[in-house]
Protein backbone atom coordinates (compact mmCIF):
# COMPACT_ATOMS: atom_id res chain seq x y z
CA UNK A 1 0.00 0.00 0.00
CA UNK A 2 1.26 3.24 -0.73
CA UNK A 3 2.53 5.42 1.78
CA UNK A 4 -0.10 7.87 1.83
CA UNK A 5 -2.62 5.43 1.46
CA UNK A 6 -2.03 3.86 4.45
CA UNK A 7 -1.16 7.39 6.14
CA UNK A 8 -4.95 8.28 5.11
CA UNK A 9 -6.98 5.11 6.25
CA UNK A 10 -4.87 5.43 9.33
CA UNK A 11 -6.07 9.29 10.05
CA UNK A 12 -9.63 8.01 9.38
CA UNK A 13 -9.24 5.86 12.31
CA UNK A 14 -10.17 7.45 15.85
CA UNK A 15 -12.75 10.28 15.80
CA UNK A 16 -14.33 10.32 12.32
CA UNK A 17 -14.85 6.46 13.06
CA UNK A 18 -16.78 6.92 16.01
CA UNK A 19 -18.84 9.70 14.53
CA UNK A 20 -18.86 7.54 11.17
CA UNK A 21 -20.12 4.22 13.07
CA UNK A 22 -22.68 5.78 15.57
CA UNK A 23 -24.38 7.39 12.94
CA UNK A 24 -25.00 4.32 10.56
CA UNK A 25 -25.50 2.21 13.95
CA UNK A 26 -28.46 4.33 13.97
CA UNK A 27 -29.51 4.34 10.36
CA UNK A 28 -28.85 0.39 10.38
CA UNK A 29 -31.73 0.10 13.21
CA UNK A 30 -33.58 2.59 11.35
CA UNK A 31 -33.47 0.20 8.48
CA UNK A 32 -34.40 -2.69 10.02
CA UNK A 33 -37.47 -1.11 12.08
CA UNK A 34 -38.88 0.74 8.60
CA UNK A 35 -39.09 -2.65 7.67
CA UNK A 36 -36.23 -3.18 4.77
CA UNK A 37 -34.07 -5.58 4.13
CA UNK A 38 -30.15 -5.75 5.24
CA UNK A 39 -29.19 -5.52 1.43
CA UNK A 40 -31.37 -2.74 0.92
CA UNK A 41 -29.75 -0.57 4.05
CA UNK A 42 -26.00 -1.84 2.86
CA UNK A 43 -26.75 -0.54 -0.56
CA UNK A 44 -28.24 2.94 0.47
CA UNK A 45 -24.94 3.32 2.54
CA UNK A 46 -22.36 2.57 -0.07
CA UNK A 47 -24.46 3.62 -3.33
CA UNK A 48 -26.12 6.90 -1.71
CA UNK A 49 -23.36 7.44 1.36
CA UNK A 50 -25.10 10.57 2.73
CA UNK A 51 -26.78 10.70 5.76
CA UNK A 52 -29.56 13.35 4.73
CA UNK A 53 -30.61 11.74 1.34
CA UNK A 54 -30.40 8.00 3.18
CA UNK A 55 -33.18 9.02 5.93
CA UNK A 56 -35.18 10.58 2.89
CA UNK A 57 -35.68 7.75 1.13
CA UNK A 58 -36.10 5.55 4.21
CA UNK A 59 -39.21 8.04 5.37
CA UNK A 60 -40.66 7.55 2.06
CA UNK A 61 -44.18 6.40 1.93
CA UNK A 62 -45.06 3.36 -0.23
CA UNK A 63 -46.35 4.77 -4.11
CA UNK A 64 -44.12 8.03 -3.70
CA UNK A 65 -40.88 7.01 -5.31
CA UNK A 66 -40.02 9.79 -7.21
CA UNK A 67 -40.85 12.54 -4.86
CA UNK A 68 -38.43 10.17 -2.58
CA UNK A 69 -35.60 10.51 -5.13
CA UNK A 70 -36.47 14.50 -5.57
CA UNK A 71 -35.81 14.84 -1.60
CA UNK A 72 -33.00 12.71 -1.48
CA UNK A 73 -31.54 14.11 -4.25
CA UNK A 74 -32.10 17.76 -2.36
CA UNK A 75 -30.74 16.43 1.08
CA UNK A 76 -27.25 15.98 -1.15
CA UNK A 77 -27.05 18.84 -3.30
CA UNK A 78 -23.95 19.64 -1.47
CA UNK A 79 -22.24 17.14 -3.12
CA UNK A 80 -21.76 18.81 -6.34
CA UNK A 81 -19.97 22.23 -4.69
CA UNK A 82 -18.04 19.53 -2.27
CA UNK A 83 -17.01 17.93 -5.38
CA UNK A 84 -15.67 20.84 -7.43
CA UNK A 85 -13.96 21.99 -4.32
CA UNK A 86 -12.24 19.37 -3.79
CA UNK A 87 -11.78 18.32 -7.42
CA UNK A 88 -8.65 21.07 -7.65
CA UNK A 89 -6.87 19.26 -4.24
CA UNK A 90 -7.30 15.34 -6.23
CA UNK A 91 -6.59 15.71 -9.54
CA UNK A 92 -5.22 13.70 -11.64
CA UNK A 93 -5.35 9.97 -12.79
CA UNK A 94 -6.78 8.56 -9.02
CA UNK A 95 -9.14 11.26 -8.97
CA UNK A 96 -12.26 9.25 -11.07
CA UNK A 97 -12.36 6.94 -8.42
CA UNK A 98 -12.73 9.69 -5.81
CA UNK A 99 -16.13 10.46 -7.01
CA UNK A 100 -18.26 7.97 -5.51
CA UNK A 101 -16.45 8.68 -1.83
CA UNK A 102 -17.36 13.01 -2.13
CA UNK A 103 -19.40 13.12 1.58
CA UNK A 104 -19.53 15.06 4.05
CA UNK A 105 -16.91 13.55 6.90
CA UNK A 106 -13.95 12.48 4.00
CA UNK A 107 -14.44 15.87 2.44
CA UNK A 108 -14.10 17.84 5.40
CA UNK A 109 -11.43 15.90 6.25
CA UNK A 110 -10.02 16.17 3.31
CA UNK A 111 -10.33 19.87 3.09
CA UNK A 112 -8.14 20.26 6.16
CA UNK A 113 -5.35 17.99 5.29
CA UNK A 114 -4.64 17.46 1.55
CA UNK A 115 -3.30 21.24 1.25
CA UNK A 116 -0.46 20.17 3.52
CA UNK A 117 0.38 17.19 1.34
CA UNK A 118 2.43 16.72 -1.82
CA UNK A 119 -0.16 16.72 -4.53
CA UNK A 120 0.59 13.79 -6.07
CA UNK A 121 -0.29 12.19 -2.68
CA UNK A 122 -3.63 14.14 -2.24
CA UNK A 123 -5.34 11.61 -4.26
CA UNK A 124 -3.79 8.78 -2.53
CA UNK A 125 -4.68 10.08 0.99
CA UNK A 126 -8.00 10.78 0.61
CA UNK A 127 -8.81 6.88 -1.07
CA UNK A 128 -7.09 5.49 1.95
CA UNK A 129 -9.11 8.08 4.56
CA UNK A 130 -12.41 7.65 2.38
CA UNK A 131 -12.43 4.02 2.00
CA UNK A 132 -11.38 3.26 5.51
CA UNK A 133 -14.29 5.31 7.03
CA UNK A 134 -17.04 3.76 3.62
CA UNK A 135 -16.22 0.78 4.71
CA UNK A 136 -16.75 1.42 8.62
CA UNK A 137 -20.14 2.57 7.35
CA UNK A 138 -21.16 -1.03 5.70
CA UNK A 139 -20.14 -2.83 8.73
CA UNK A 140 -21.96 -0.66 11.24
CA UNK A 141 -24.67 -0.45 8.76
CA UNK A 142 -24.93 -4.10 9.38
CA UNK A 143 -24.62 -4.11 13.62
CA UNK A 144 -27.24 -1.64 14.10
CA UNK A 145 -29.27 -3.46 11.70
CA UNK A 146 -28.03 -6.66 13.72
CA UNK A 147 -29.27 -4.48 17.09
CA UNK A 148 -32.18 -2.61 16.47
CA UNK A 149 -34.66 -3.87 18.95
CA UNK A 150 -31.78 -4.15 21.77
CA UNK A 151 -30.60 -0.75 21.89
CA UNK A 152 -32.26 1.75 24.21
CA UNK A 153 -34.55 5.04 22.79
CA UNK A 154 -31.47 7.04 24.77
CA UNK A 155 -28.79 5.26 23.07
CA UNK A 156 -30.53 5.66 19.76
CA UNK A 157 -30.89 9.85 20.13
CA UNK A 158 -27.27 10.14 21.81
CA UNK A 159 -26.24 8.13 18.74
CA UNK A 160 -27.88 10.51 16.63
CA UNK A 161 -25.79 14.09 18.25
CA UNK A 162 -22.79 12.27 17.54
CA UNK A 163 -22.09 13.88 14.31
CA UNK A 164 -23.45 16.85 15.08
CA UNK A 165 -20.83 17.55 17.74
CA UNK A 166 -17.87 15.76 15.64
CA UNK A 167 -18.93 18.14 12.69
CA UNK A 168 -19.13 21.46 15.19
CA UNK A 169 -15.71 20.49 16.42
CA UNK A 170 -14.11 19.91 12.38
CA UNK A 171 -15.83 23.42 11.89
CA UNK A 172 -13.69 24.61 14.99
CA UNK A 173 -10.54 22.91 14.34
CA UNK A 174 -10.41 23.81 10.87
CA UNK A 175 -11.40 27.54 12.25
CA UNK A 176 -8.58 27.10 14.97
CA UNK A 177 -5.76 26.07 11.76
CA UNK A 178 -7.29 29.84 10.17
CA UNK A 179 -9.78 28.29 7.76
CA UNK A 180 -12.67 29.54 5.75
CA UNK A 181 -14.37 31.32 8.91
CA UNK A 182 -16.15 33.62 6.65
CA UNK A 183 -18.04 30.57 5.09
CA UNK A 184 -18.58 29.00 8.35
CA UNK A 185 -19.98 32.18 10.02
CA UNK A 186 -22.22 32.98 6.92
CA UNK A 187 -23.43 29.39 7.16
CA UNK A 188 -24.24 29.85 10.76
CA UNK A 189 -26.01 32.60 10.51
CA UNK A 190 -28.00 32.07 7.55
CA UNK A 191 -29.34 28.82 9.51
CA UNK A 192 -31.74 30.36 11.28
CA UNK A 193 -33.66 31.40 7.66
CA UNK A 194 -34.37 27.74 7.12
CA UNK A 195 -36.67 27.66 10.15
CA UNK A 196 -38.40 30.90 8.75
CA UNK A 197 -39.62 28.61 5.75
CA UNK A 198 -43.17 28.41 5.06
CA UNK A 199 -44.73 25.16 7.26
CA UNK A 200 -44.26 21.49 4.81
CA UNK A 201 -41.16 22.65 2.68
CA UNK A 202 -38.54 19.71 3.12
CA UNK A 203 -35.88 20.74 5.52
CA UNK A 204 -33.69 20.35 2.64
CA UNK A 205 -34.47 23.20 1.06
CA UNK A 206 -33.75 25.55 4.09
CA UNK A 207 -30.35 24.01 4.50
CA UNK A 208 -29.73 24.25 0.78
CA UNK A 209 -31.03 28.14 0.85
CA UNK A 210 -29.02 28.53 3.97
CA UNK A 211 -25.65 26.96 2.05
CA UNK A 212 -26.18 29.26 -0.58
CA UNK A 213 -27.14 32.59 0.90
CA UNK A 214 -24.58 32.01 3.69
CA UNK A 215 -21.44 30.89 1.29
CA UNK A 216 -22.29 33.31 -1.37
CA UNK A 217 -21.95 36.06 0.76
CA UNK A 218 -18.51 34.69 2.62
CA UNK A 219 -16.94 34.48 -1.07
CA UNK A 220 -18.25 38.39 -2.16
CA UNK A 221 -17.22 39.22 1.08
CA UNK A 222 -14.13 37.16 0.45
CA UNK A 223 -13.63 38.90 -2.95
CA UNK A 224 -13.53 42.49 -1.73
CA UNK B 1 -40.58 -3.30 -0.86
CA UNK B 2 -40.22 -2.95 -4.08
CA UNK B 3 -41.08 0.51 -3.93
CA UNK B 4 -38.08 1.04 -2.19
CA UNK B 5 -35.47 -0.33 -4.62
CA UNK B 6 -36.56 1.27 -7.65
CA UNK B 7 -35.96 4.66 -5.32
CA UNK B 8 -32.97 3.76 -4.09
CA UNK B 9 -31.11 2.30 -7.08
CA UNK B 10 -32.73 5.45 -8.78
CA UNK B 11 -31.10 7.73 -5.86
CA UNK B 12 -27.80 6.26 -6.17
CA UNK B 13 -27.54 6.93 -10.04
CA UNK B 14 -28.78 10.65 -9.04
CA UNK B 15 -25.87 10.80 -6.09
CA UNK B 16 -23.03 9.43 -8.46
CA UNK B 17 -24.13 12.18 -11.13
CA UNK B 18 -23.97 14.86 -8.96
CA UNK B 19 -20.61 13.80 -7.59
CA UNK B 20 -19.20 13.30 -11.41
CA UNK B 21 -20.59 16.52 -12.38
CA UNK B 22 -19.00 18.71 -9.56
CA UNK B 23 -15.88 16.72 -10.34
CA UNK B 24 -16.13 17.69 -14.03
CA UNK B 25 -17.18 21.42 -13.86
CA UNK B 26 -13.92 22.10 -12.05
CA UNK B 27 -12.10 19.82 -13.50
CA UNK B 28 -9.45 21.94 -15.67
CA UNK B 29 -9.61 25.05 -13.58
CA UNK B 30 -6.93 25.79 -11.18
CA UNK B 31 -7.35 25.71 -7.20
CA UNK B 32 -7.45 29.62 -7.30
CA UNK B 33 -10.32 29.86 -9.68
CA UNK B 34 -13.53 32.10 -8.57
CA UNK B 35 -16.05 29.04 -9.32
CA UNK B 36 -13.58 26.89 -6.66
CA UNK B 37 -13.53 29.15 -3.72
CA UNK B 38 -17.66 29.99 -4.40
CA UNK B 39 -18.22 26.06 -4.47
CA UNK B 40 -16.00 25.62 -1.30
CA UNK B 41 -17.74 28.21 0.73
CA UNK B 42 -20.69 27.23 -0.04
CA UNK B 43 -19.83 23.67 0.83
CA UNK B 44 -18.36 24.95 4.21
CA UNK B 45 -21.59 26.95 4.86
CA UNK B 46 -23.74 23.93 4.23
CA UNK B 47 -21.82 22.30 7.20
CA UNK B 48 -21.68 24.92 9.35
CA UNK B 49 -25.72 25.45 8.50
CA UNK B 50 -26.36 22.02 9.10
CA UNK B 51 -24.56 21.55 12.29
CA UNK B 52 -26.53 25.01 13.80
CA UNK B 53 -29.98 23.46 12.27
CA UNK B 54 -29.42 20.17 14.06
CA UNK B 55 -28.67 22.33 17.32
CA UNK B 56 -31.74 24.54 17.25
CA UNK B 57 -34.29 22.71 15.53
CA UNK B 58 -36.87 20.83 17.10
CA UNK B 59 -35.87 17.57 18.22
CA UNK B 60 -35.26 14.48 20.83
CA UNK B 61 -32.96 16.57 22.97
CA UNK B 62 -33.93 19.92 24.75
CA UNK B 63 -32.00 22.73 22.56
CA UNK B 64 -30.33 24.00 25.90
CA UNK B 65 -29.67 20.84 27.08
CA UNK B 66 -27.72 20.19 22.88
CA UNK B 67 -26.58 23.86 23.88
CA UNK B 68 -24.83 22.71 26.72
CA UNK B 69 -23.24 19.19 25.10
CA UNK B 70 -21.98 21.29 22.39
CA UNK B 71 -20.88 24.20 24.98
CA UNK B 72 -19.06 21.45 27.09
CA UNK B 73 -17.49 19.98 23.91
CA UNK B 74 -15.77 22.91 22.16
CA UNK B 75 -14.51 23.55 25.57
CA UNK B 76 -12.95 20.36 26.17
CA UNK B 77 -11.52 20.49 22.43
CA UNK B 78 -9.51 23.43 23.66
CA UNK B 79 -8.18 22.87 26.72
CA UNK B 80 -6.90 19.47 25.48
CA UNK B 81 -4.95 20.93 22.74
CA UNK B 82 -7.50 21.18 20.19
CA UNK B 83 -8.15 16.78 20.22
CA UNK B 84 -11.41 15.57 19.09
CA UNK B 85 -12.17 12.44 21.02
CA UNK B 86 -12.15 14.15 24.59
CA UNK B 87 -14.00 17.23 23.09
CA UNK B 88 -16.72 14.55 21.64
CA UNK B 89 -16.32 12.71 24.65
CA UNK B 90 -16.80 15.46 26.86
CA UNK B 91 -19.81 17.07 25.09
CA UNK B 92 -21.66 13.86 25.25
CA UNK B 93 -21.13 13.09 28.69
CA UNK B 94 -22.69 16.48 29.19
CA UNK B 95 -25.62 15.98 26.86
CA UNK B 96 -26.61 13.26 29.23
CA UNK B 97 -25.65 14.31 32.45
CA UNK B 98 -28.11 17.62 31.36
CA UNK B 99 -31.28 16.08 29.79
CA UNK B 100 -30.64 13.71 33.15
CA UNK B 101 -30.42 16.48 35.12
CA UNK B 102 -33.25 18.17 33.70
CA UNK B 103 -35.40 15.08 33.89
CA UNK B 104 -34.63 15.17 37.54
CA UNK B 105 -35.92 18.71 38.36
CA UNK B 106 -38.91 18.05 36.43
CA UNK B 107 -40.12 14.82 38.28
CA UNK B 108 -39.14 15.99 41.70
CA UNK B 109 -40.62 19.96 40.41
CA UNK B 110 -43.59 21.30 43.10
Do not use: K
Not at chain 1, 37 to 61: D, E, F, K, P, R
Amino acid sequence: MHPATRQGATEALGAHTIAMAATFIAFGVATREAGFSLGWGLTSSAAIYGMAGQMVLLGAQPGAGTAAVAGAIMANARFMPMAAALAPLVRGPLAPFCVPFVAITPWAAAMRNLPGLPAPDRARWFLGFALTVWTIGLITTAIGYALAGSLSSGVLRLLLMVNVFYFALMIAAGLSRGGPWRASLGGALAAPLALLLPAGTPPAWGLLAAALIGGTAAFLLRRR
Amino acid sequence: MDHGWASLLTAALAMLLLRATGLALAWRLPPSHPAIAWAAAVSEAALAAWVVLALVSPGSWPVMVRLIGVGAGLAAFLLSGRLLLPGMAAGLSALWAADTFLRWTEVFAP
